[in-house]
């Protein structure tokens, strides 16, 4: 790379509105789509602002999601212990990404989802049943939030329910910036320990859930490692937990902050695909995502990414490039946001966005109906944002009625 360290930004880059992506992403867009950055660390690594690009570069073969291997970018120190060396289905190449990917498939397809929806319906009774009897403000996040996605992925292994505190608490930890290195790794550790347990005990009482499935027709036939398995359970409880919670949260502040579009929801709760869609491109709250390592020479606008060079690819960057989505700092429920890429693009593609959809249509069909009045107890401007991998709100303290 030839630009002196002093001259480049330093990624990661800061919010001015909360809920909006960094300025500098419209800066750079406009001046220098394809810029370097200076890392944590001192190394430097190839940025992309525009959905065009990075399309491209997310599906480009010789851009490795290896985190292994020598060089590979990483926002943080904490970033790096919270990876470590797992070779989880988002950091594999090909062809072994490609054989996990297809160990996993069928359960997420959108038909199968669906069937979920009976079992989710009964939960979303039973949790505002439980936040209309709670006195005083409700905190959304632990109340509707993470409650939601951690039963959901509960269910779909067949764990304790009660289980799903001591995952919130490890997810957290292990995904928050804010964690020194030894404090994620350890988060990261107990989780995998759990389902090192887990996955001994459904040997000996295997039964018709997932996690039996896999170890009869993957694991026992060689085809999948005991330590694979292990990460690709904690990846499923990250998958399915942690996007969807956050999504829950801030989906739902940013409707309140937008009354308008919110008038337009209550009034015809059909509408909820269309918003679900657009919150998903306007928050892309994966903001951590898509880091790779070049293997070879790449040239992407007439600049040359060499071999050995990071790349960074940022959803967020690609949702909100006016040249795709017009005016992208409007928030509009009518606009045809479907060409987002807040479930990543290409070879890693989010496995799990049928289950995310059913949860957020059904939590944002279904929210302000039953509570029409829903509204901050504090003002916006007292919330806590996270400093993680996924962004959200830390507590969102809301009344009802």
């Known amino acids: 790379m030839t630009s002196e360290t002093s001259e480049r930004p330093s990624w990661p880059f800061e919010r001015r509105c909360p809920l909006s992506p960094p300025p500098a992403f419209a800066e750079l867009r406009e001046k220098e789509p394809i810029t370097e950055v200076t890392l944590w660390n001192g190394s430097s690594a190839w940025l992309a602002t525009?959905?065009?690009?990075?399309?491209?570069?997310?599906?480009?073969?010789?851009?490795?999601?290896?985190?292994?291997?020598?060089?590979?970018?990483?926002?943080?120190?904490?970033?790096?212990?919270?990876?470590?060396?797992?070779?989880?289905?988002?950091?594999?190449?090909?062809?072994?990404?490609?054989?996990?990917?297809?160990?996993l498939a069928a359960d997420f397809m959108i038909k199968q989802v669906r069937k979920l929806r009976p079992y989710l319906d009964e939960l979303l009774d039973r949790v505002f049943d439980e936040m209309a009897a709670t006195k005083g403000p409700v905190e959304l996040v632990t109340a509707l939030a993470q409650p939601i996605p951690a039963n959901v992925i509960t269910e779909l292994l067949d764990l304790p329910r009660e289980h799903s505190e001591f995952f919130l608490d490890r997810v957290n930890t292990w995904m928050s910036l804010d964690s020194t290195p030894e404090v994620a790794a350890k988060a990261g550790g107990d989780a995998l320990e759990y389902f090192d347990q887990l996955i001994g005990d459904r040997m000996e009482n295997p039964g018709d859930d997932l996690v039996s499935r896999l170890i009869r027709e993957r694991m026992n036939t060689g085809a999948l490692s005991r330590p694979e398995l292990q990460h690709m359970l904690h990846l499923l409880l990250i998958g399915g937990f942690d996007t969807t919670a956050n999504m829950i949260s801030l989906g739902t502040l940013l409707l309140l902050e937008n009354p308008d579009q919110l008038d337009q929801l209550k009034a015809d709760p059909g509408l909820a695909p269309k918003v679900v869609e657009e919150l998903l491109r306007y928050l892309s709250v994966a903001h951590h995502?898509?880091?790779?390592?070049?293997t070879e020479d790449?040239?992407?606008?007439?600049?040359?990414i060499h071999a050995g060079d990071g790349v960074i690819a940022p959803i967020l960057a690609a949702n909100h490039d006016?040249?795709?989505?017009?005016?992208?700092?409007?928030?509009?429920?009518?606009?045809?946001?479907?060409?987002?890429?807040?479930?990543?693009?290409?070879?890693?593609?989010?496995l799990g966005q049928p289950l995310a959809r059913v949860e957020l249509q059904a939590v944002f069909a279904r929210l302000f109906v039953r509570f029409p009045n829903l509204r901050l107890a504090v003002n916006s401007d007292q919330l806590r944002f996270k400093n993680a991998l996924i962004y959200g709100v830390e507590e969102m303290p809301v009344l009802l009625d």
């Open 298 to 304: 790449v040239e992407i606008r007439g600049r040359c």
């Open 50 to 103: 525009r959905y065009e690009d990075i399309r491209a570069l997310l599906v480009d073969r010789r851009l490795s999601s290896d985190t292994s291997k020598e060089g590979f970018p990483q926002s943080s120190a904490t970033v790096v212990a919270q990876r470590g060396g797992q070779k989880s289905l988002p950091r594999m190449d090909p062809p072994r990404h490609d054989e996990h990917r297809s160990m």
């Open 289 to 294: 995502v898509a880091f790779r390592l070049s």
């Open 322 to 350: 006016p040249e795709v989505f017009p005016d992208p700092e409007r928030f509009d429920i009518h606009r045809d946001a479907r060409g987002h890429l807040a479930f990543g693009y290409g070879l890693h593609q989010c």
